[in-house]
């Protein structure tokens, strides 16, 4: 016999280290067939579908909402050398131009006001390492939503049970 499952469920899954946070919460309430709502930061809205697709691999019905909260606490922009020296001798060269003589240190702090380098953050779905951690994580949310599913549907099925009896 296959499990009962409850269309309603809720999971939760939750990672932490010195760079980041991410939760992912998965609910959902009863509907017809299946509908999947999911709000992501931008910096993974590129794994949209495939959060889509390992939901509709697992779950049949249903109104389900997808909700992650992904929090940056260290990024580290990547500094291009190359990029901040072609600034520093545009600057050296437009006040040699106009007469001016600046320091070495006002030179490096305008470069500096002008160097907008790509911050990580972007980039971090790109990455291998993060992708394997946020797919961890929210297949742990998702067997978790699973589970409360099947508990939630074995107490309906007791429920019923003890109505006809």
Known sequence: METVRSMTGFGRAYYRDENLKLVVLIKSVNAK????SVRLPKEVSVY???IRGLIKGRIHRGSVSVSVQLEFFKVKPSVKISDLAE???EIITSTRHIGLNISDDL???LAFKFYNP???EESIAENEEFKQLFFSVFDKALSDFIKSKIEEGENLLSDVNCSVS
């Open 33 to 36: 067939g299946l509908e999947i």
């Open 48 to 50: 949209e579908k495939d």
């Open 87 to 89: 600034i520093v001798d």
């Open 107 to 109: 030179i490096l702090q």
């Open 118 to 120: 790509a911050v990580s």
